[in-house]
Structure formats: structure tokens, C-alpha cells
């Protein structure tokens, strides 16, 4: 029904404004809120599990010998250098973070 009542308000624009169709693309939304689809990605990538910073934290708190493999890991960058600051801080706190040679 949803669908319905958009196709109809697009109609009623089209002919009132005496205007053509033109499709906006199907990653429109994405395009005009390139922030908020880069948070939404970061917290589907969270749900998903993806939080090798807190794991590798959590594994020194509790006592593991903890190396986070530098080659496997990238990092989501919400702000400039967040990914380097994420290893330093694991390196802070005790993990090895190997870089590839």
C-alpha cells in the first residue's frame, strides 16, 4: 500500500508540475547522507561481530597473550586516523600487533 501511495504522489507531482520523471538512482539515499550510511555500515559491520579492537582489549584485560595480525585487519575510519589510534591503543594495553614484513 506504501508503494502505491508514493507511485500515486509521484503521479500527482508529474502532472501538476507539468515535469518529467527523472530516477533519482537506486543509491540516491546513500549519496545524499554519505555520513549516516557510513554509521549505519560500521554498526551493521558491530552486529555482525566485527570489533577487533574491544576483543583484543577484552583478551589482554583477561589475561591472554594477545597479536592482532596487522595484514587481516582494516580499519573504519569515522574520523581521520581512528584506525591508528585503535592500535595504539591496543598496543597500550599490552597486545602485539603485527605488521607483515
Known amino acids: 500500500m506504501a508503494v502505491g501511495h508514493s507511485i500515486l ?6 502532472l501538476t508540475n507539468d515535469c518529467d520523471y527523472h530516477d533519482l538512482g537506486g ?6 547522507d554519505t555520513d549516516r550510511a557510513r554509521q549505519r555500515a560500521v554498526a551493521q559491520l558491530q552486529a555482525l561481530g566485527y570489533h577487533v ?3 583484543a582489549l577484552d583478551a589482554v584485560r583477561l589475561g591472554f597473550d594477545t ?3 596487522g595484514e ?3 580499519a573504519v575510519d569515522l574520523q ?6 585503535a592500535l595504539a591503543a591496543m598496543r ?3 597486545a602485539r600487533v603485527e605488521q607483515p614484513a
Open 9 to 14: 504522489v509521484i503521479a500527482w507531482h508529474l
Open 72 to 74: 587481516l585487519v582494516r
Open 67 to 69: 597479536v592482532v595480525l
Open 27 to 32: 543509491d540516491f539515499f546513500i549519496r545524499r
Open 80 to 85: 581521520p586516523g581512528d584506525g591508528e589510534r
Open 53 to 55: 579492537k574491544e576483543t
Open 92 to 94: 597500550a594495553a599490552g
